[in-house]
């Protein structure tokens, strides 16, 4: 599967299945835009290191306007996310459809 020219954007990127979602979807040529309530520099200069572009941001899914932002953010640095993997997602993806008028 390539994913090249796709944007990723990953919730609960720090823990142990964000982080290998995060390595499989780079490896496959994506772009990530990295999200999780905690920091992980590594990962992103691991992701870095083979030539993706990638942004991390510390976000918590459960408050709209931090996801607003990381959309916005995500969108304006990497493209649209056109493959987005989920942990704490059903809040966010119900928010964007609302506020965005888009399904996700």
Same mark, same amino acid.
Request: glycine share 8%.
């Given at each position: 599967?390539?994913?090249?020219? @796709?944007? /990723?954007?990953?919730?609960?990127?720090? !823990?142990?299945?964000?982080? #290998?979602?995060?390595? &499989?979807?780079?490896? #496959? !040529?994506?772009? $990530?835009?990295?999200?999780?309530?905690?920091?992980? #520099?590594?990962? /992103?200069? =691991? $992701?870095?290191?083979?030539? @993706?572009?990638?942004?991390? &941001?510390?976000?918590?899914?459960?408050?709209? =306007?931090?996801?607003?932002?990381?959309?916005?953010?995500?969108? =304006?640095?990497?493209?649209?996310? =056109? &493959?987005?993997?989920? @942990?704490?997602?059903?809040? /966010? @993806? /119900?928010?964007?459809?609302?506020?965005?008028?888009?399904?996700?």
């Amino acid at each position: 599967m390539t994913l090249k020219g @796709r944007t /990723a954007l990953i919730t609960g990127a720090y !823990g142990g299945i964000g982080s #290998a979602v995060a390595r &499989a979807f780079a490896a #496959a !040529g994506a772009d $990530i835009s990295l999200a999780d309530v905690v920091s992980g #520099a590594s990962l /992103a200069d =691991e $992701i870095k290191a083979q030539h @993706r572009r990638v942004i991390s &941001a510390v976000v918590d899914v459960t408050k709209p =306007e931090q996801v607003k932002t990381l959309v916005r953010t995500t969108a =304006e640095a990497l493209g649209i996310s =056109e &493959a987005t993997v989920k @942990r704490e997602w059903t809040l /966010a @993806r /119900a928010w964007l459809r609302r506020e965005l008028g888009k399904s996700f």
